[in-house]
């Protein structure tokens, strides 16, 4: 908790990532009178929480990708840069971009996020889509809409796994995805593919633990399990992925699920740039930051939000959610500038608003406070449009378009997704599937009795 040196009178701020965790800082040290450099390799902040809408074409991209320029035009001391950091000097608080361009601040600020961790899954790298980005997110969408296209072109290609997804991952961004994909199986598909037999699809969740949503109680576990089921998704709890190859994902103990659409939901681990710096690491790659989220050994070198490992007063680090990104960034925006006023720092406090998932049509749970307490249903729905509708005003996205899109899909009347997309063709159908799925008779067919 060392106050900056005494020098000159404008000092500089150095944030690298523009997610939950630098927005929050940036926005907070906005119209003071450090002069902020925001470096992100987008031109916009992406909004995490709604990828699997995006996915499953609920909502359009441009609802959850806010242009950062747009987002500071009126604040003066904060530039934007887009860039991809390569390396960073905490000794000298110095980052270098890839094409060469270094910044170099008074203070520095990590908040690089997170990316998918494919536990060294064998193929999972290759042919599982990972949901991290908003690029993930488009590139999910496409294959959703490339194998519903051939299997309405080619029927046969339900036996070849066409009409088959694979959700790898019982969290709360497994459990969304599968639910949203339920939803367009279930809603979507029927009125824009009028000849296919939509019933023919398949979605499986697969789990090495033995529930859905683990943070949350067991009656949630219970409640997400219902109605995943109820939605037609069949899970497969207690149970490894063993491999994932193009046309197949592989299960301890034998089952083989053909499938052209893997989703890994499996677990996240911190972004490319923390491996790259000689800093202290600990579970899943996160730098390691004391409790006024600076660096030992660099007390102007802080690290916030999914890349950073914090101790939490309950023990183990601080989830990596939003809230907690986010609250991150305010509070070292406050100690940046305790430090500049020559005050001491305070330790991090999070302010805990809960936990919650989505899981279909008006089913959500939600365990609420520090106290959990506990909601499911529409109620937990309510909730949790009401706390995203927060996060995205923190990150100042665009709110309406969640706000329509909430209520049309609680009450039922949302109007089919969108289905533009470059037609570019990725699944390769000349490598037929392992085990054909077994076709499910059509009601038209089954032999009257
Ligand atoms: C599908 C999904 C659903 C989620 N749902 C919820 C939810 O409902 N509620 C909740 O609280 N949390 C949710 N989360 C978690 C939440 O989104 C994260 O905890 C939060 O985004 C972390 O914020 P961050 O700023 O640390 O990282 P991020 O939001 O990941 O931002 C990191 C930024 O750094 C940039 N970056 C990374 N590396 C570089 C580099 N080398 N050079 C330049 N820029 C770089 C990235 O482009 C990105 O903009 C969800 C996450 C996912 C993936």
Excluded at 185 to 207: G, K, Q, S
Aim: with cysteine; net charge negative; charged share 20%.
């Amino acid at each position: 908790m060392t106050p900056a040196d005494d020098g000159p009178a404008r000092r500089r701020v150095v944030i690298v990532g523009a997610g939950f965790a630098g927005i929050g800082c940036a926005r907070e040290l906005a119209g003071t009178d450090v002069d902020v450099t925001l470096i992100d390799r987008n031109n916009y902040h992406q909004f995490l929480p709604l990828l699997y809408q995006v996915a499953t074409a609920q909502i359009a991209s441009d609802d959850v990708g806010t242009p950062l320029r747009n987002q500071f035009r009126h604040d003066e001391n904060v530039e934007v840069v887009q860039a991809e950091v390569v390396a960073v000097d905490p000794a000298t608080r110095t980052v270098t971009t890839a094409d060469g361009a270094t910044y170099t601040g008074d203070f520095l600020v990590l908040a690089t996020g997170a990316r998918a961790n494919f536990y060294r899954t064998p193929g999972a790298d290759e042919h599982a889509l990972p949901l991290y980005s908003l690029t993930d997110a488009e590139r999910l969408r496409a294959r959703i809409i490339e194998v519903f296209d051939a299997a309405d072109r080619d029927p046969g290609l339900i036996d070849q796994g066409a009409l088959t997804f694979v959700v790898v991952g019982g969290g709360a961004t497994g459990v969304e995805t599968a639910g949203g994909i339920a939803d367009f199986v279930n809603r979507v598909a029927p009125e824009e593919y009028h000849d296919l037999h939509v019933h023919e699809a398949r979605i499986h969740l697969v789990d090495h633990g033995h529930a859905l949503l683990a943070p949350f109680s067991d009656k949630a576990h219970e409640y997400a399990a219902k109605v995943l089921q109820r939605d037609g998704v069949r899970l497969h709890l207690g149970t490894g992925v063993q491999e994932v190859t193009p046309t197949c994902v592989r299960l301890e103990g034998g089952t083989t699920l053909p499938s052209r659409c893997v989703i890994w939901a499996g677990g996240v681990q911190a972004g490319d740039l923390a491996s790259r710096i000689a800093l202290p690491r600990g579970r899943g790659g996160r730098v390691l930051a004391g409790h006024d989220l600076s660096v030992e050994g660099y007390p102007r070198v802080f690290v916030i939000g999914d890349v950073a490992g914090v101790e939490s007063p309950e023990g183990g680090l601080y989830p990596q959610l939003g809230s907690v990104a986010l609250q991150q960034g305010q509070w070292t925006a406050k100690n940046i500038r305790s430090d500049l006023a020559g005050q001491p720092r305070q330790a991090f406090h999070y302010h805990d608003k809960g936990i919650m998932a989505m899981i279909g049509r008006g089913a959500a749970v939600a365990e609420m406070g520090a106290k959990r307490h506990e909601l499911h249903g529409a109620i937990a729905f309510s909730s949790w449009l009401g706390v995203h509708a927060w996060l995205m005003s923190g990150v100042r996205t665009r709110v309406d378009a969640f706000i329509s899109w909430g209520w049309d899909y609680f009450s039922g009347n949302r109007s089919p997704g969108l289905i533009a997309h470059d037609s570019a063709q990725t699944v390769d159908w000349s490598q037929p599937a392992e085990i054909p799925v077994p076709r499910t008779p059509t009601p038209d067919s089954v032999p009257a009795s």
